[in-house]
């Protein structure tokens, strides 16, 4: 009877803050903008900027309207290390045998290493470089994620690179995960060879094939920014060649 009778308490307390006009109908009010009234983009606006407006570490919230929810989520939570990476999920007391990327051995497995400086990632990164016109050289991560290169080149494109260079954090990031679950299934087919038992098959590719992603950059790139993007008027042609 404790609780309840404190939750009656708390309801008495709110109704005494109410005045009835019993000149007027009951009816619902939209506090938030009580000049405009309610609308579903305004909601959406609200709960967009309690989503991406929270703060961590200092880092700014960026925005880019020419790429699907999903990925501004991701480079969100990149940004903040919110990835499941090995590194991430060793301080959060989850038991792992290695923090080493399982894709290229190379380094610790952290967000910066697969997306930008792991084997595969360098090699996306140059093809994706080199589509645009841009050379072999890759800049520094906070660079790709503001899509910032300090060139007036890029300037009238800066908000489509950004949006280009999102999608390629984000596919990319899905390749070596799709990798490192095929290695897993290898390697169980090994074990199990060993012991004499019917292998595991898969014919996935032990390594993710750079041109068939590149190609899927493309093309998703060019659907999801062409749809968006109302002022500029893209062609199929012009973007695989030369955007």
Known sequence: MGRTAAQFSELQSLVQQCFLDRDKDDGWEWTFDTQNGFTVKKLSQIIDGVIFGRENNNVESLRNRLV??????????????????????DKRGIDLHSLRCPVCD???ETVEHILFTCNFAKEVWLKVLKWWGYGSSIFG???????TFGSSAFDNKRKIWQAVCWIVCYLSQGALKTETETRKACQVGVVAQARGQPPVTNQTPLYPSIPSLLMEIQSLSFDWISRRHKKHKMDWHSWFNNP
């Open 68 to 89: 699907p929810k999903k990925i501004e989520v991701f480079i969100w939570r990149a940004r903040r290390g919110r990835i499941p990476v090995r590194v991430e999920l």
């Open 141 to 147: 991560y906070e660079d790709i994620f503001l899509g």
């Open 106 to 108: 190379g380094d610790i």
